[in-house]
Nanobody, 115 residues
Framework: QVQLVESGGGLVQAGGSLRLSCAAS????????MGWYRQAPGKQREWAAV???????RYADSVKGRFTISRENAKNTVYLQINNLKPEDTAVYYC?????????WGQGTQVTVSS
Protein backbone atom coordinates (compact mmCIF):
# COMPACT_ATOMS: atom_id res chain seq x y z
CA GLN A 1 0.00 0.00 0.00
CA VAL A 2 1.25 3.47 -0.91
CA GLN A 3 -0.26 6.84 -0.13
CA LEU A 4 0.34 9.73 -2.49
CA VAL A 5 -0.10 13.35 -1.52
CA GLU A 6 -0.07 16.08 -4.15
CA SER A 7 0.66 19.71 -3.46
CA GLY A 8 1.58 22.88 -5.30
CA GLY A 9 -1.66 23.69 -7.05
CA GLY A 10 -3.31 27.07 -6.91
CA LEU A 11 -4.63 30.05 -8.80
CA VAL A 12 -2.25 31.54 -11.32
CA GLN A 13 -2.48 33.95 -14.21
CA ALA A 14 -2.05 32.78 -17.77
CA GLY A 15 1.61 32.66 -18.69
CA GLY A 16 2.68 31.80 -15.18
CA SER A 17 4.27 28.65 -13.83
CA LEU A 18 3.62 26.09 -11.12
CA ARG A 19 5.47 23.10 -9.79
CA LEU A 20 3.31 20.30 -8.54
CA SER A 21 4.70 17.74 -6.11
CA CYS A 22 3.57 14.22 -5.34
CA ALA A 23 5.03 12.69 -2.21
CA ALA A 24 4.83 8.94 -1.68
CA SER A 25 4.58 7.30 1.73
CA UNK A 26 7.41 4.89 0.98
CA UNK A 27 10.45 4.56 -1.22
CA UNK A 28 9.86 5.00 -4.93
CA UNK A 29 13.29 3.66 -5.88
CA UNK A 30 11.82 0.44 -7.24
CA UNK A 31 8.78 2.04 -8.84
CA UNK A 32 9.02 1.70 -12.59
CA UNK A 33 6.49 4.31 -13.64
CA MET A 34 5.07 7.40 -12.05
CA GLY A 35 2.99 10.01 -13.75
CA TRP A 36 0.27 12.61 -13.85
CA TYR A 37 -3.25 12.84 -15.16
CA ARG A 38 -5.53 15.83 -15.12
CA GLN A 39 -9.27 16.28 -15.18
CA ALA A 40 -10.84 19.49 -16.38
CA PRO A 41 -14.37 20.43 -15.33
CA GLY A 42 -16.92 18.35 -17.21
CA LYS A 43 -14.26 16.29 -18.98
CA GLN A 44 -12.74 12.85 -18.62
CA ARG A 45 -9.45 12.34 -16.87
CA GLU A 46 -6.61 12.88 -19.34
CA TRP A 47 -3.13 11.42 -19.12
CA ALA A 48 -0.43 14.11 -19.14
CA ALA A 49 3.03 12.72 -18.42
CA VAL A 50 4.99 9.71 -17.20
CA UNK A 51 8.51 9.04 -15.95
CA UNK A 52 10.22 5.70 -15.55
CA UNK A 53 12.80 4.46 -13.07
CA UNK A 54 15.52 5.22 -15.62
CA UNK A 55 14.19 8.74 -16.13
CA UNK A 56 12.62 8.12 -19.50
CA UNK A 57 9.78 10.61 -19.95
CA ARG A 58 6.77 10.87 -22.22
CA TYR A 59 4.16 13.57 -22.59
CA ALA A 60 0.74 14.03 -24.07
CA ASP A 61 0.85 16.11 -27.22
CA SER A 62 -1.33 18.73 -25.54
CA VAL A 63 1.33 19.49 -22.91
CA LYS A 64 4.56 18.73 -24.71
CA GLY A 65 7.04 21.59 -24.48
CA ARG A 66 5.38 23.19 -21.44
CA PHE A 67 5.27 20.34 -18.90
CA THR A 68 8.32 18.68 -17.39
CA ILE A 69 8.09 15.62 -15.19
CA SER A 70 10.91 14.62 -12.86
CA ARG A 71 11.46 12.42 -9.84
CA GLU A 72 13.62 12.65 -6.75
CA ASN A 73 13.99 9.21 -5.27
CA ALA A 74 15.71 10.51 -2.13
CA LYS A 75 12.53 12.43 -1.29
CA ASN A 76 10.09 9.83 -2.62
CA THR A 77 8.64 12.58 -4.77
CA VAL A 78 7.66 13.14 -8.37
CA TYR A 79 7.25 16.64 -9.74
CA LEU A 80 5.40 18.27 -12.58
CA GLN A 81 6.73 21.63 -13.69
CA ILE A 82 4.15 23.53 -15.73
CA ASN A 83 5.24 26.61 -17.64
CA ASN A 84 3.34 29.10 -19.76
CA LEU A 85 0.07 28.10 -18.14
CA LYS A 86 -3.08 28.50 -20.20
CA PRO A 87 -6.72 28.72 -19.10
CA GLU A 88 -7.29 25.29 -20.66
CA ASP A 89 -4.80 23.85 -18.16
CA THR A 90 -7.38 24.45 -15.44
CA ALA A 91 -8.00 21.03 -13.92
CA VAL A 92 -7.47 18.80 -10.95
CA TYR A 93 -4.07 17.16 -11.33
CA TYR A 94 -3.62 13.63 -10.05
CA CYS A 95 -0.39 11.73 -9.66
CA UNK A 96 -0.15 7.97 -9.85
CA UNK A 97 2.38 5.19 -9.44
CA UNK A 98 2.37 1.71 -10.89
CA UNK A 99 3.62 -0.70 -8.24
CA UNK A 100 3.59 -3.97 -10.10
CA UNK A 101 0.00 -4.62 -11.20
CA UNK A 102 -1.46 -2.03 -8.84
CA UNK A 103 -1.97 1.63 -9.64
CA UNK A 104 -2.16 4.04 -6.75
CA TRP A 105 -3.62 7.53 -7.00
CA GLY A 106 -3.26 10.71 -5.08
CA GLN A 107 -6.22 12.83 -4.04
CA GLY A 108 -5.51 15.56 -6.58
CA THR A 109 -4.49 19.18 -6.49
CA GLN A 110 -6.46 21.97 -8.15
CA VAL A 111 -4.84 24.20 -10.73
CA THR A 112 -6.82 27.21 -11.88
CA VAL A 113 -5.51 29.50 -14.58
CA SER A 114 -7.08 32.92 -15.05
CA SER A 115 -6.97 34.71 -18.36
Amino acid sequence: QVQLVESGGGLVQAGGSLRLSCAASRSIFSIKTMGWYRQAPGKQREWAAVITNVDTTRYADSVKGRFTISRENAKNTVYLQINNLKPEDTAVYYCYIDDGPTRYWGQGTQVTVSS
